[in-house]
């Protein structure tokens, strides 16, 4: 709703009292006004509120009661609310479906509201903007997921070329990454980073080029203005953000990758509105250092999510052993891009070789690590002043088992470069903040810094008084009672408590007039006069009363002046924090790695800078460990597709269920694993490294977008063959199956032809198209291979054993009886395929579709008859029971004769 449709009525003369617009609901339409694209989540109390259109699409979106309040411009105002103390539950829910919120507090204090007059409405304004990318609270966070948004920028690179800058920016952790890439590979680095939210320069945003991508993703996006994001102004916003005079101690950077930074930090100024998130420095990797993957390839690999969107099923869910949050994030961060840099790939395998040889190195590090809370989050919360004393305790724990681990590095000899720097950053940590912390916080802390008490007891002794008073001011009126009872020999007198006059001494009204003579009348002030006794105030009394009634308030005070400066302290250590931060997850993958490679077997693979690709029983990790949890062995398999100057190309034909799918992708995952420095689930494996990795296996429309199975099929074979070089490895299966089949046929032949003569690249093929096993004979480096499948009496059984050589038939009717297609089905089935088959070894295949009666209505097929089995005959006839030893050893015989 638009705040002209908000706004008062302009006229001048009265509105009616039913229109007239409240004090407060002209504040909450000036602040939805300056707020126009977000949810307005509205202090009022213990609730937040929304109002008109705001409140219909959260009562949509939440599922909560929509109600109303008043009336504006003669309508009804709509309303709904929700507790401040569930309202992340109800942020996560909007953020998930992509809402924006804006959260409104009260900035004043009712009491100061009052002072102004009686009508007058408390202040309030928003305090930050909630949005998919800018999400910080514990509650709404994978703890092993990062949550990142992209800020793009776009510079001419050529008369007919753009270059594209990102800046990838977690204000959860504080992590900021910048890179560059060109038009093309915009989407697979988009894909690396796995963004929550885009931020989209509006020039960018409206290229027709771009358009489609923009509207079909499934990524928020937000659109930008081209004001203040130039190189010149977003280099000036990075210097002032980081108090430096230059960029230069951060690295090198391109004009279009500074322009993203500024537009990332324009965007968390924007949201996070007076909050300053402590950031990393920018950081910047080398151009290449990371596999390209496009996000198809991704998905139909199943690296971080199934197809199905979930985490569990893939292969992250399958390998991550890491135990602190941290560490799996890193994890996930390293299979997203792995490397393309031989040496940077074999000085992490020595990491992990290292901790592989060394098991009571490993277990010990692993067991620190399980102590080891998530620091980075933590820090970042209290940065941001959304912090509690939860949080202090986290950094402090975090510290202290960053200190252990670093303590344990240190006395560890022969260490390789990756756990020895990683060492040495932990070891340079201060931790006398740490100390401090132990100190000061108490054993059990609440949740809010408001609700006070995590100061431990002994560390301040003014808060220990004024707690004593607050808790115990029981003890303090009794003894101010004895004395003043001693004092004036009244054994009755007593000091009581009411809320028109607060604490007083009560006395017998005899004691009572001769309190209000010398020497007792300058102590005790006369109050109030009763039937039978006197009441009297003091000094001390007024002033104990002052106390008590304040200690309470006084306390907190306190409580929240030392959670200030503590986290202030942490705030301004924030760089080697996030230093010792990150050297923690280095050593808990480098761990976990070398915990998943010695439980299960795998090995290191040789990565060079050739063109090999020879994998010696090789096995589908996620398959593998389904399998693994019913007993099932998996069948490894060998591949191999090495060249010297061009890789050669696996055409694989066999049975469908027989491995085709699985084949490929185990060996497409086994090059992911090996150049992000993981082992591998093989005997022995070595591979020239892989600059692009593309798959296309399975079929799926995406009608949304208006595309056929088919369509997208072609689109992903299209990008493939445009892109792959001869450093690529491709996996393709089943291309041309979702059209008529000589078109397939066509399409697919051609395809083959290209890989091999003009993307020379390695690639793994498979299809049912027999007819072309052929192209072996004529292209020196295509081989081919098939799945191994048996027949026992009548039902076919997948042996999952790839061999050289082509299949003859895909199984196609035993795989569709296994399915459950009624008999009849599958009977008149086979009737048409012998005559397909017959009639294509007589003459051409169109004549025989000519003759075959197809459309003709099939003779009703009759259920197949059991057929006689002699065995189960002679089974049936046997009584165990009424059979001795000697007679049940001679029927054994007997059938095992007949077998």
Known sequence: MTSQALSPRPDSQPAPAETRVTPMMAQYIEIKAANPDSLLFYRMGDFYELFFEDAEIASRALGIVLTKRGKHQGQDIPMCGVPVERADDYLQRLIGLGHRVAVCEQTEDPAEAKKRGAKSVVRRDVVRLVTPGTITEDRLLEPGRANLFLALSRRRASDTAWCYGLAAVDISTGHFVVSETDGPGLPAEIARFEPREILVPDVVYDDPELASFWRETRIAITPLSRDGLDPASAERRLRDYFGVSTLDA??????????????????????????????????????????????????????????????????????????????????????????????????????????????????????????????ARALSRLGLGRGGPRDLACVRDGLFAARDLGLELAITPGLPQELAEAGARLQSLETAVADELAGALADELPLMKRDGGFIRAGFLADLDELRELQQDSRRFIAALQTRYATETGCKTLRVKHNHMIGYFVEVPQNVGEDLLKEPWKATFVHRQTMAGAMRFSTVELGDLESKIASAADRALRIELGVFEDMAQKLVGLSAAIASAAEATAVVDVTAALADLATRLDWVRPTVDAGLAFTVKGGRHPVVEAALKKDGTPFIANDSDLSGENAGCILLITGPNMGGKSTY?????????????????????????????????????????????????????????????????????DEIGRGTATFDGLSIAWAAIEHLHE????????????????????????????????????????????????????????????LAGLPPAVVERAKVILGELEKSDRERPKRAVVDDLPLFAVPARAEPPQPKADPLRETLDAIDPDQMTPREALDALYRLKARL
């Not at 992911?672 to 079929?699: C, E, I, K, T």
């Not at 799926?700 to 445009?722: K, W």
């Not at 049912?768 to 081919?784: G, P, Q, S, V, Y």
């Open 758 to 817: 003009t993307n020379r690249c390695r690639a793994l093929f498979a299809t049912h198209f027999h007819e072309l096993t052929a192209l072996a004979d004529r292209m020196k480096r295509i081989a081919n291979a098939t799945l191994k499948v048996t027949e026992w009496h009548g039902e076919v059984v997948f042996l999952h054993e790839v061999v050289p050589g082509a299949a003859d038939r895909s199984y196609g009717l035993q795989v569709a009886r």
């Open 664 to 732: 490929l992708r185990q060996n497409a995952l086994i090059v992911v694993l090996a150049q992000m420095g993981s082992f591998v689930p093989a005997r022995q494996a070595h591979m020239g490294v892989v600059d692009r990795l593309f798959s296309r296996v399975g079929a799926a429309d995406d009608l949304a977008r208006g595309r056929s199975t088919f369509m997208v099929e072609m689109v992903e074979t299209a990008a493939i063959l445009n892109q792959a070089t001869s450093r690529s490895l491709v996996i393709l």
């Open 250 to 375: 951060f690295g090198s950077f391109s004009g279009a990758e500074i322009a993203a930074a500024g537009a990332a930090l324009f965007y968390i100024e924007k949201t996070q509105l007076d909050s300053r998130p402590v950031l990393n420095p920018p950081a910047r990797g080398s151009d290449g250092a990371a596999l390209a993957i496009d996000a198809a390839t991704r998905a139909n690999l199943e690296l971080t999510r199934t197809l199905a969107g979930e985490r569990s099923g893939s292969l992250l869910a399958t390998i991550d052993c890491t135990v602190t949050p941290g560490g799996a994030r890193f994890l996930a961060e390293r299979l997203a891009g792995p490397l393309t840099d031989p040496a940077m790939i074999r000085r992490r395998q020595d990491a992990v070789a290292h901790l592989v040889e060394n098991a009571t190195l490993r277990d010990r590090l692993r067991g620190i690590l399980k102590r080891s809370p998530d620091l």
